[in-house]
């Protein structure tokens, strides 16, 4: 089994994750959300859209959070929309 090691503070890019089809979001934001939705330790902070259909999160410890300032920034990624 493949173990994910994540830290505060790192930044996860996602090169297709807005190419998907009329029916079903992209296997890579469905993954994202499969791993990231509910985690009990990590959430993910938009970060920078690039290319067409690229995405980067910053990857922010849960327990941290409470710590951090608001940010003016998008809000946070919590579920996927279907």
């Known amino acids: 089994m493949e173990v ?3 830290l ?3 930044i996860i890019a ?3 994750y807005y190419c998907y089809s009329s029916t079903q979001p992209s296997d890579e934001r469905r993954a994202c959300f499969e791993i990231f939705d509910g985690s009990p330790d990590w959430l993910l902070e938009p970060y ?3 290319g067409w259909a690229g ?10 959070e ?8 998008a809000p946070k990624v919590t579920s996927l929309q279907r």
């Open 66 to 73: 409470s710590k951090l300032p608001l940010s003016p920034r």
């Open 8 to 10: 505060h503070g790192m």
């Open 48 to 50: 920078m859209q690039f």
């Open 55 to 64: 995405m980067s999160f910053v990857v922010e410890n849960r327990k941290l």
């Open 4 to 6: 994910l090691r994540f």
């Open 14 to 16: 996602l090169d297709y």
